[in-house]
């Protein structure tokens, strides 16, 4: 199966998919699962078979967008706004281990807050803070599959200050408490 279109390399790339990493990690299988069940189930209709598939397929390609852990995207030196947005990238990627705030990034790159938001909304599609939170799930999904660090020890080391905030935040980024997901993954 394979599918074509003009905004498939955007579609890919927000994805996290490319010939460089043709495999992507996801933090909700079941939402993905059933969209596939979706596109198997339209077999069963004749008339709209077509038409189902292809919507089940976009649902796939959201809920892939959405659940996929994230990489650092590729910003373009090119101008200002991309070095800013670099810019904070790195400043959470170096900081995110302490309980950082978007006001401190958008201090440390010279520029307002809002003004960050609203470069990240329109480059990145997403906000710093959402993209604050999943690095730092990211990482805590990591230290849960290959550590035997406490869930207190592992919220502290991605910035959470409070064990039981980063359960909450964790659970609703996941769809599983961290306890869960680390028994689920078989952490050493």
Do not use: W
Request: proline residues 5%.
């Amino acid at each position: 199966m394979s599918f074509n279109g003009e905004h498939v390399p955007e579609y890919l790339e927000r994805i996290g998919l490319s010939e460089k990493t043709p495999i992507l990690n996801c933090q909700n299988s079941k939402q993905i699962e059933t969209c596939f069940d979706y596109i198997l189930e339209s077999a069963k209709h004749p008339k709209s078979a077509d038409l189902q598939a292809i919507s089940g397929f976009y649902s796939l390609l959201g809920a892939l967008c959405d659940h996929s852990l994230p990489q650092p995207p590729k910003v373009k030196a090119s101008n200002r706004q991309s070095d800013y947005i670099r810019q904070a990238i790195e400043y959470i990627e170096t900081n995110y281990s302490r309980p950082i705030t978007i006001e401190e990034i958008s201090n440390h790159i010279g520029i307002n807050r809002k003004y960050l938001t609203k470069l990240f909304n329109e480059r990145m599609d997403n906000s710093p803070k959402n993209y604050l939170i999943h690095y730092r799930i990211d990482k805590a999904c990591q230290l849960l599959k290959q550590s035997t660090l406490s869930i207190k020890e592992i919220s502290h080391s991605v910035g959470y200050t409070d064990a039981l905030v980063f359960s909450k935040i964790f659970k609703k980024v996941t769809g599983t408490c961290p306890r869960k997901y680390r028994n689920t993954h078989n952490a050493t």
